[in-house]
T-cell receptor, first 115, second 113 residues
Framework: DTGVSQNPRHKITKRGQNVTFRCDPI?????LYWYRQTLGQGPEFLTY????????KSRLLSDRFSAERPKGSFSTLEIQRTEQGDSAMYLC?????????????FGEGSWLTVV | QKEVEQDPGPLSVPEGAIVSLNCTYS??????FMWYRQYSRKGPELLMY????GNKEDGRFTAQVDKSSKYISLFIRDSQPSDSATYLC?????????????FGKGTKLTVNP
């Protein structure tokens, strides 16, 4: 499978715990995005990387959230001291800059439930 | 006013019907317009991509963009039960920036056999 891969697909955690999600983008894609989606809403942009550089962060990304893409390949999204309001699906997406239209492809998402 | 407005439905149609899904937007900088299909508890799947105004057809799907009215549409002909999903419109501004997508809320579609 050469699509965007996310792990774990589901995570249940207690409030106050830290969680980390991993994303492996499509291999030739240099851009990687994180989005968050809650029930009944469309995905909301969190942050994006071009290669290893984090170039934009939404104000939705509080100080408890940190994303990295250390070698310009896979990325991790860590949420510290989770709160119930963090319960959502976290979507990773990738694209190739400079390609026609820069179309963005999503992974299957990582579901987070904070109890 | 949200940047992208989309009627969440739900929309229920009989098999074979023509389905019309729509979004309006307020940001005139948007130039790239997409439709994604999302099945329950899955990631969004890119269906159609359009640059600027005009029509684009792909099989049973037709995407239309009217930038003057800030209005985009997706038409599904001969709808099938397998088309039952949530349809998300998404758009982004000019190339050169992050090209982050701004999504509508999604319209939940059910096609009844």
């Amino acid at each position: 499978d050469t699509g965007v891969s996310q792990n774990p697909r589901h995570k249940i955690t207690k409030r106050g715990q830290n969680v980390t999600f991993r994303c492996d983008p499509i291999s030739e894609h240099n851009r990687l995005y994180w989005y968050r989606q809650t029930l009944g809403q469309g995905p909301e942009f969190l942050t994006y990387f071009q290669n290893e550089a984090q170039l934009e962060k939404s104000r939705l990304l509080s100080d408890r959230f940190s994303a990295e893409r250390p070698k310009g390949s896979f990325s991790t999204l860590e949420i510290q001291r989770t709160e119930q309001g963090d319960s959502a699906m976290y979507l990773c997406a990738s694209s190739l800059s400079g390609s026609y239209g820069n179309t963005i492809y999503f992974g299957e998402g990582s579901w987070l439930t904070v109890v | 006013q949200k940047e992208v407005e989309q009627d969440p439905g739900p929309l229920s149609v009989p098999e074979g019907a023509i389905v019309s899904l729509n979004c309006t937007y307020s940001n005139s900088a948007f130039q790239y317009f997409m439709w994604y299909r999302q099945y329950s508890r899955k990631g969004p799947e890119l269906l159609m991509y359009t640059y600027s105004s005009g029509n684009k057809e792909d099989g049973r799907f037709t995407a239309q963009v009217d930038k003057s009215s800030k209005y985009i549409s997706l038409f599904i002909r001969d709808s099938q039960p397998s088309d039952s999903a949530t349809y998300l419109c998404a758009m982004s501004a000019t190339q050169g920036g992050s090209e982050k997508l701004v999504f509508g809320k999604g319209t939940k579609l059910t096609v009844n056999p």
